[in-house]
C-alpha cells in the first residue's frame, strides 16, 4: 500500500511541476497552450512516458507536445531550461527519426530489419558479424558499435557515405 502511495504521489508531483512549468517557464509564448485532457489526451499517458525518459540511459535536455497546434506538456531536466539558449547540433536526428516512425506506421520498414537488406548493393563481400545483425533501431538509438564517431572521417574522404560506414 505504502509503495502504491508513493508511486501515485510522485506522479501527482510531476503532473503538478509539468503544469507549473506550462503556466511560468516562458515568457515569450509564442504557441498556444491547453492541457492534455482538453485536446484529448491523458495527461497520466504523457506523465509515463516522462518517467520513463527520466529513467532512460538517454540524455534528455527537453520535451514539449503539441496536439491539435497547442502546447499540452512540456518539461526541462537540468542543468537545461526553457529560458536557456541551446545549440541544437543533432536535430536533424529528430527529424529523421520521425520519419523512420512514419514509415513504420506506414508498414513500409520495422525499426528491427537489417541495416544491410537496404543497400545490398553496398554491403561488404564479406561484413563483419556486428554489420549482419545491425538493426534501424541501433542507428536511431546511435548504438552501431563504432569505436569513434566516424561521421567526420566519412563525409571527408568517401564520396559513396553508405559503403564507407
Same mark, same amino acid.
Not at 534528455?60 to 547540433?89: C, N, Q
Given at each position: 500500500?505504502?509503495?502504491?502511495?508513493?508511486?501515485?504521489?510522485?506522479?501527482?508531483?510531476?503532473?503538478?511541476?509539468?503544469?507549473?512549468?506550462?503556466?511560468?517557464?516562458?515568457?515569450?509564448?509564442?504557441?498556444?497552450?491547453?492541457?492534455?485532457?482538453?485536446?484529448?489526451?491523458?495527461?497520466?499517458?504523457?506523465?509515463?512516458?516522462?518517467?520513463?525518459?527520466?529513467?532512460?540511459?538517454?540524455?534528455?535536455?527537453?520535451?514539449?507536445?503539441?496536439?491539435?497546434?497547442?502546447?499540452?506538456?512540456?518539461?526541462?531536466?537540468?542543468?537545461?531550461?526553457?529560458?536557456?539558449?541551446?545549440?541544437?547540433?543533432?536535430?536533424? #536526428?529528430?527529424?529523421?527519426?520521425?520519419?523512420?516512425?512514419?514509415?513504420?506506421?506506414?508498414?513500409?520498414?520495422?525499426?528491427?530489419?537489417?541495416?544491410?537488406?537496404?543497400?545490398?548493393?553496398?554491403?561488404?563481400?564479406?561484413?563483419?558479424?556486428?554489420?549482419?545483425?545491425? #538493426?534501424?533501431?541501433?542507428?536511431?538509438?546511435?548504438?552501431?558499435?563504432? #569505436?569513434?564517431?566516424?561521421?567526420?572521417?566519412?563525409?571527408?574522404?568517401?564520396?559513396?557515405?553508405? #559503403?564507407?560506414?
Amino acid at each position: 500500500m505504502f509503495n502504491y502511495l508513493l508511486t501515485r504521489g510522485l506522479k501527482i508531483l510531476t503532473l503538478s511541476l509539468l503544469s507549473i512549468n506550462l503556466l511560468f517557464a516562458q515568457t515569450n509564448r509564442s504557441l498556444p497552450r491547453s492541457t492534455p485532457e482538453a485536446e484529448g489526451v491523458s495527461s497520466e499517458a504523457i506523465n509515463q512516458f516522462i518517467e520513463a525518459a527520466s529513467k532512460s540511459k538517454h540524455e534528455f535536455h527537453s520535451f514539449m507536445l503539441l496536439r491539435h497546434g497547442k502546447v499540452i506538456s512540456e518539461a526541462w531536466w537540468a542543468p537545461y531550461r526553457s529560458d536557456l539558449k541551446h545549440t541544437m547540433y543533432s536535430v536533424s #536526428k529528430s527529424f529523421t527519426a520521425t520519419a523512420v516512425g512514419f514509415a513504420v506506421s506506414e508498414k513500409k520498414l520495422s525499426v528491427n530489419d537489417l541495416v544491410i537488406s537496404f543497400f545490398p548493393e553496398e554491403t561488404p563481400a564479406q561484413p563483419s558479424e556486428f554489420l549482419k545483425k545491425l #538493426k534501424i533501431k541501433d542507428l536511431l538509438s546511435m548504438s552501431v558499435g563504432h #569505436k569513434t564517431d566516424p561521421t567526420f572521417e566519412i563525409a571527408s574522404k568517401n564520396e559513396n557515405w553508405i #559503403k564507407a560506414f
